[in-house]
């Protein structure tokens, strides 16, 4: 705070942090207030992790180091306490669940993507194949071949119209890859 500091009431600079913490994998935020101590320069600083320039320790040691210093040698820290450790335990556990999960849905997603397209291309090759097919007339007979032209009709048509369905169904399932991606992407 420097020559503001003098200027207020407060007798210690105000930091405000936030932070990704990778055990508990969520953002971390919070206002600390340091006494305005000229040892205040021996903590860290880089401005790329915390506003008003100090940067947050990256372990509890560190912060212990860091605070022992503006303390002195008669400041005792404390640990953590049981509560956060068997949070922080529970957490890496449930976020171990989440990644377990999130890659099994997003396999059975991949899967389940390409069978869903060779179903599609197995359609459209029944097209070709009801086309091809005599079903069981002589196509070289006038009367016949009248026939045969006029059963494929409804037989491809319903084929087209579920190629049609299941394009459908296809696309809206490739619009889930976005979301899958977003699960996969978090940290």
Same mark, same amino acid.
């Given at each position: 705070?420097?020559?503001?500091?003098?200027?207020?009431?407060?007798?210690?600079?105000?930091?405000?942090?936030?932070?990704?913490?990778?055990?508990?994998?969520?953002?971390?935020?919070?206002?600390?207030?340091?006494?305005?101590?000229?040892?205040?320069?021996?903590?860290?600083?880089?401005?790329?992790?915390?506003?008003? !320039?100090?940067?947050?320790? %990256?372990?509890?040691?560190?912060? #212990?180091? /860091? @605070?022992?210093?503006?303390?002195?040698? $008669?400041?005792?820290?404390?640990?953590?306490?049981?509560?956060?450790?068997?949070?922080?335990?529970?957490?890496?556990?449930?976020?171990?669940?989440?990644?377990?999960?999130?890659?099994?849905?997003?396999?059975?997603?991949?899967?389940?993507?390409?069978?869903?397209?060779?179903?599609?291309?197995?359609?459209?090759?029944?097209?070709?194949?009801?086309?091809?097919?005599?079903? !069981?007339?002589?196509?070289? %007979?006038?009367?016949?071949?009248? #026939?045969? /032209? @006029?059963?494929?009709?409804?037989?491809? $048509?319903?084929?087209?119209?579920?190629?049609?369905?299941?394009?459908?169904?296809?696309?809206?399932?490739?619009?889930?890859?976005?979301?899958?991606?977003?699960?996969?992407?978090?940290?």
């Amino acid at each position: 705070m420097g020559d503001a500091e003098s200027a207020s009431s407060f007798p210690c600079d105000v930091i405000h942090c936030e932070r990704r913490d990778p055990l508990l994998n969520s953002t971390i935020g919070y206002t600390a207030g340091l006494p305005a101590l000229g040892s205040l320069h021996a903590l860290p600083t880089r401005a790329s992790n915390v506003t008003g !320039g100090r940067e947050m320790a %990256n372990t509890w040691e560190d912060a #212990k180091k /860091a @605070a022992m210093q503006i303390l002195g040698p $008669k400041g005792k820290i404390p640990e953590p306490s049981k509560t956060i450790v068997k949070a922080v335990e529970e957490s890496r556990d449930s976020w171990a669940e989440f990644e377990a999960a999130r890659q099994s849905l997003k396999d059975a997603l991949d899967t389940h993507q390409k069978k869903f397209d060779k179903y599609l291309g197995a359609l459209r090759s029944e097209v070709d194949a009801i086309n091809k097919d005599n079903l !069981g007339l002589d196509p070289k %007979n006038k009367e016949d071949a009248k #026939k045969i /032209a @006029a059963a494929r009709k409804p037989l491809v $048509k319903y084929v087209n119209g579920m190629v049609q369905k299941h394009e459908g169904e296809f696309n809206d399932l490739k619009k889930l890859n976005a979301p899958v991606k977003t699960l996969m992407d978090a940290k």
